[in-house]
């Protein structure tokens, strides 16, 4: 089970760091190309789409690879090929009925948004809805295979083709369309050829459609609380994305002003945010299906190690950028977007970090136990805070109160998921004493970091002075970690030499065999 998940984890961490790293630079392009005022209006009508899109592709591809996993086992082919055209029509329909309301509603959303330019480009992006509903039946079916590779490489596929047509748009097109057009336009094309590839794939590996069967309501059930609770996070972003502005604007920035920081902030400074979550997200596709296994086994045991190990993991990976960030956030801004401002908020949003890898693993860790609606509850109590914060913040604090909000939306859920997390799995969670541990050492981290940056400034370039300053950083942090005893060495020694001890058997009972067969 352990060289399973590894595996899985390693295959989609692979691909996420590719597809994370094209779809990084390709921002810093994207950035420098439209500008902050731009890149603002771009961020809104994508927080739209984005809600559009989680209705559509959340709930479903977990439940049909769930399904199946368990036709699968059974070798139930013919039931398998009904519940992928029961998932098929089911998605093709609620996807059609989203786009037309959103359509419907495009005059109100006109009255609402700052930019009328916001309406023209969700219109734009409209048709990628309904691909990424055909797109997200067939990924879960690939999941449900453990097909991680067909999957990952199909996501890769779509960013690819995204960046390829944006540039040849933003190049040959840009009198004829303007930037956050030809922007949308070449994300409704990937979306096309992705949802393609996804269902070649799926047909080339013996996938059929058949006569659909009676599990509607089974898939309706079973996707809507995993949609409730993904509904309820990606509805913050459009709230956000027109609260903040609007508060920004009574606090005294002009419309102009408001956008542009609200672009810099969510374009700029949050995908860096975001870097530690595609390790974690990776652990946290892979643990799903694991600890439902677990659970239909009745291993409890496997359960709590699994849990604990992987909360463990996500805190560490989570704690490891926020000294370098908090060291060296403003010249990171500088080098890769030419924008000292989106470095200043790196720095002072570097803490959000922690929460949001906690939330990430423990929403994921509740799925896998079966637990969604817990899941669900936590997070809309968390996305009442973070709206609260939103409307009173700016006042005070500026475009600040877009960090301070996430940040404890995003704690006040992980400390409720981790509380049902201990309760239903009685599993030895030690959450506080570690953390404490980083965060004190994380302040001499950030000192000797930013002290490296300050002497290399005057004789080096910025990317020299950025990759030695932090990999200093990151080799001081990973060895006071060890010596306070939050990594326990020793541990994973063992567990390397026993994993080696037991290759060395194979592989001397597999020459023994080939002995006594020659």
Known sequence: AMKSIFKSVAIITVFAVITRVLGFVFRIYMSRI?????????????????????????????????LTAKFATQGDKVSEHRMMTSALILSLAFSLGLSAITLALSPVLNLILLDKQCVTILLILLPAVV??????????????????FGVCATELF????????????????????SGVVSASLSLTIACF???????????????????????????????????????AVSMM???????????????????????????????????????????????????????STAQTNNDAGHVKNRTSSSIAFALFISTFLVPLYIAVGEQVGMFFYDNATSGKLLARFAWVMIPMGLNNISTAILNGLGLEMKSFVNSLLGSVLMILGALILPKFVGIDALGYSLGLSMTLTAILNIRKIKKATNAHLNIFKPLLKMCLISVPVAALTSFIA????????????????????????FLLCIIFKVINIDAYMI?????????MKIFKNKKKIIKKNK
């Open 193 to 231: 050829c992705s949802a393609a590839l996804v269902v070649i794939l799926y047909f080339a590996q013996g996938g059929r459609l058949k006569k659909p069967s009676k599990t509607y309501k089974e898939i309706t059930k079973s996707a809507t609380p995993i949609t409730a609770v993904r509904f």
């Open 131 to 148: 691909f990424s509903a055909v797109y997200s039946v067939f990924r879960g079916n690939l999941w449900g295979h453990d097909k991680y």
């Open 454 to 477: 300050e002497i290399l400034e005057h004789f080096f370039t910025p990317f020299f002075i950025l990759a030695f300053s932090c990999s200093i950083g990151a080799i001081f942090f």
């Open 34 to 66: 439209l500008g902050s005022e731009l890149l603002g209006i771009y961020q809104i009508s994508f927080s739209i789409f984005g809600v559009l899109l989680m209705l559509v592709s959340s709930g479903l591809p977990l439940v049909i690879s769930k």
């Open 158 to 177: 779509e960013q690819i083709v995204r960046i390829a047509l944006c540039i040849v748009f933003f190049t040959f097109l840009n009198k004829s369309l």
């Open 495 to 503: 567990k390397i030499k026993k994993f080696k001890l037991k290759n």
């Open 237 to 291: 972003q459009p709230l956000i994305a027109i609260i903040i502005p609007l508060m920004l604007e009574k606090a005294g920035y002009s419309t102009s002003q408001a956008l542009g920081l609200y672009g810099i902030a969510t374009g700029m400074t949050f995908p860096l945010l975001f870097v530690p979550t595609t390790l974690v997200g990776s652990l946290s596709m892979a643990i799903i299906p694991d600890l």
